[in-house]
């Protein structure tokens, strides 16, 4: 069975990087598209970036694009998100999501989840 654990959350200033990772079990991270996606408190939770299954294309919501990037490392089976020039309005709750196609910004479309972690950017 598939499990995601997401990992590297924690508290940063306005301004700092942290790198988020999401480790697989149970199936080859390689086979699948990866999403990433967050919830703010009391906010839906948004789609952030994707990653086909192919490698070949990555997509990010405008609101981060240029400061993150989402990669994979199929020797430790883990996806990252590196988060740099994180803002306030960044802190959320961090998901990583796998679906079996293409890239999508819709979170219904992904079967697999982990269980969060949690990014606070404040000074």
């Known amino acids: 069975q598939l499990q995601l654990v997401e990992s590297g959350g924690g508290l940063v200033q306005p301004g700092g990087s942290l790198r988020l990772s999401c480790a697989a079990s149970g199936f080859t991270l390689d086979d699948y598209t990866i999403g990433w996606f967050r919830q703010a408190p009391g906010k839906e939770r948004e789609w952030v970036s994707c990653?086909?299954?192919?490698?070949?294309?990555?997509n990010y919501a405008g609101s981060v694009k240029g400061r993150f990037t989402i990669s994979r490392d199929n020797a430790k089976n883990t996806v990252y998100l590196q988060m740099n020039s994180l803002k306030p309005e960044d802190t959320a709750i961090y998901y990583c999501?796998?679906?079996?196609?293409?890239?999508?910004?819709?979170?219904?479309?992904?079967?697999?989840w982990g269980q969060g972690t949690q990014v606070t950017v404040s000074s």
């Open positions: 990653f086909s299954k192919s490698g070949d294309i990555s």
């Open positions: 999501a796998t679906r079996r196609y293409g890239c999508s910004t819709n979170q219904r479309m992904f079967a697999t």
